[in-house]
């Protein structure tokens, strides 16, 4: 699957529980792109205070285990933090709501046809109902895509994994290891939102890196029907 090793290492998370009330109530007006452009911990710790991290932690994800800095925890400014070698990688939010967006305009509990308007081009999905489901495969070329600077990586209705406004049937039509435009028919119909953002400092992996990504995306695949 296309760039799969990618969003890897972010989907799965889950988010802090958030009432429906708080969701309602909640501007994003800060932007995460200041997070990323913090460099590192010690530009966290300038910018945000030590009081407002857990500066080294780890999640459980699936079979993985990653480590890394949580900001603000257990609120809706809520922000997980990768690194490589020090430097920062990738910034990541997950739920149905945050205090913060992309300066691209992006945020959570944003509709996919929303973020079609966004990137300006369609773009292919991973099937859904499955561990990486709903994770934007590929931005097609268009505006998200980034460049070697910065990219975006983004999930819809994976984590909840609801679909109202269509059939368990028709939900199975987009379901799995396979990959979708987003101008499918049924997907358009379910129009889901946005449950995960990541902003992400695109890198060569070396080969150890490598040999660990390829043990990912082999351990994710779905099984083969005999």
């Avoid at 966290?44 to 603000?72: F, H, M, N, P």
Wanted: net charge negative.
């Amino acid at each position: 699957m296309k760039y799969l090793f990618s969003i890897l290492t972010v989907l799965g998370l889950l988010a802090c529980g958030t009432s429906n009330e708080e969701v309602e109530s909640i501007n994003p007006t800060r932007s995460l792109n200041e997070v990323l452009a913090c460099e590192n911990l010690a530009g966290l710790e300038q910018k945000y205070g030590k009081e407002s991290l857990i500066a080294d932690t780890s999640w459980v994800i699936g079979d993985d285990r990653l480590r890394g800095t949580i900001l603000y925890p257990n609120s809706t400014k809520q922000v997980y933090i990768y690194y490589r070698a020090g430097q920062i990688v990738d910034v990541t939010i997950v739920g149905n709501a945050s205090e913060w967006k992309t300066n691209s305009g992006l945020l959570l509990g944003m509709p996919l046809k929303s973020v079609q308007a966004i990137n300006q081009k369609n773009f292919t999905l991973s099937g859904f109902n499955w561990k990486h489901g709903g994770s934007v495969v590929s931005w097609e070329g268009g505006k998200l895509m980034g460049d070697n600077s910065l990219g975006h990586l983004a999930s819809f209705s994976n984590a909840s994994n609801k679909h109202e406004g269509i059939t368990d049937e028709e939900y199975r039509q987009i379901s799995g290891e396979t990959e979708f435009d987003v101008r499918h028919e049924i997907i358009q119909k379910l129009n889901p939102s946005l449950d995960l953002i990541s902003l992400v400092r695109p890198f060569i992996p070396n080969q150890e890196e490598g040999k660990k990504m390829g043990k990912r995306i082999s351990d994710s695949q779905i099984p083969p029907i005999n």
